[in-house]
């Protein structure tokens, strides 16, 4: 027996043995556990000759321990990657790196339906009605701070109704005496005409359009007979004993002198001057 076969640690005589070279000299199995090997990574145990070895970044691993730190699927024949020294498999990877959804905070893996809104994203079924809980998808929504809202449930809860016809107002409208109403239902209270955007007065809580008011609202001036409407040039009315002027029109019958602000005589349904009065 000659003392190359003998193990380089524990001096054992290994012809006729299993053993490994370690710097062309022979370690027996025990020897070659207990000094040479690498310890696994997973299980910080040996990994022994008659063991499949993986190594990765310096580091090693029994080929039973390579597996996802996540879901612990062995990766001795996948394909992995490597986080903060953490290795991973490809579906682990993928919700490990992929944006979280706002609603339950679960990965958005890619390809899946979403929804991204303001910076932030859903998954499609998480992106729902704050009101009914139902998934948005392809609806028009609106939203009331940030609670999000289907259209039907916004108008239900938010949208202010028409004095008119009781229904929702959805979009624009018109405001009038601190009431709402639909643009198509603020209407001449005699002829229908829609007054939006047009100049209309109001009579007895009722709003007419400029034609109508003059037609069938107005007091008619004693002196010219034409509608006292408040528009234009009659802004200033003179009333007496139940007739009425436009303030240009009350003047003395005789010298045509405004009476505006001045005494004046009433006589046989006309009115004079002081000064013609007495002729």
């Known amino acids: 027996m000659t003392d190359s076969m003998n193990c380089k640690y524990c001096r054992e005589d290994l012809s006729g043995k299993k053993y490994v070279k370690q710097e062309e000299k022979p370690v027996c199995v025990r020897c070659h556990d207990k000094f ?14 008659d063991s499949k070895e993986l190594q990765h970044k310096g580091r090693y691993w029994h ?46 893996l890619a390809g899946s339906e979403n929804v991204e809104y303001k910076g932030n994203v ?35 809860k ?6 008119s016809c009781k229904q ?17 239902c603020f209407v001449c209270s005699s002829c229908r005409k829609p007054l939006s955007g047009t100049r209309f007065t109001s009579h007895e809580e009722k709003a007419f359009c400029v034609d109508c008011y003059k037609t069938t609202v107005a007091k008619k001036c004693s002196g010219c007979q034409n509608p006292i409407t408040g528009f234009g040039k009659a802004t200033n009315v003179v009333n ?37 009065a007495k002729v």
């Not at 040479?36 to 000759?49: D, F, K, L, W």
């Not at 390579?66 to 992995?80: G, M, Q, V």
């Not at 929702?168 to 198509?184: D, F």
Request: with cysteine; glycine share 6%; net charge positive.
């Open 240 to 276: 007496y004993e139940g007739s009425s002027w436009h303030e240009y029109c009350f003047n003395c019958k005789k010298c045509s002198l405004s009476l505006a602000n001045k005494r004046f005589v009433a006589n046989g349904g006309n009115i004079f001057c002081s000064d013609c």
């Open 158 to 163: 938010f949208a202010k109704t028409c004095v």
């Open 122 to 156: 859903w998954h499609e079924d998480c992106f729902t009605c704050y009101q009914c809980k139902k998934p948005i998808r392809s609806q028009s929504f609106l939203t009331k701070g940030a609670d999000i809202y289907c259209g039907p449930c916004h108008e239900k």
């Open 36 to 49: 040479c090997a690498n310890n696994c990574t997973e299980c910080r145990r040996p990994i022994g000759i």
């Open 63 to 108: 080929a039973d321990c390579f597996r996802c730190y996540k879901c612990y699927k062995p990766l001795a024949k996948e394909s992995f990657s490597a986080k903060d020294d953490r290795i991973m498999c490809g579906k682990c990877s993928s919700r490990e790196d992929a944006p979280r959804c706002h609603a339950c905070y679960k990965a958005i």
């Open 168 to 184: 929702a107002i959805t979009s624009g409208g018109v405001n009038y005496q601190e009431q709402p109403w639909h643009s198509e």
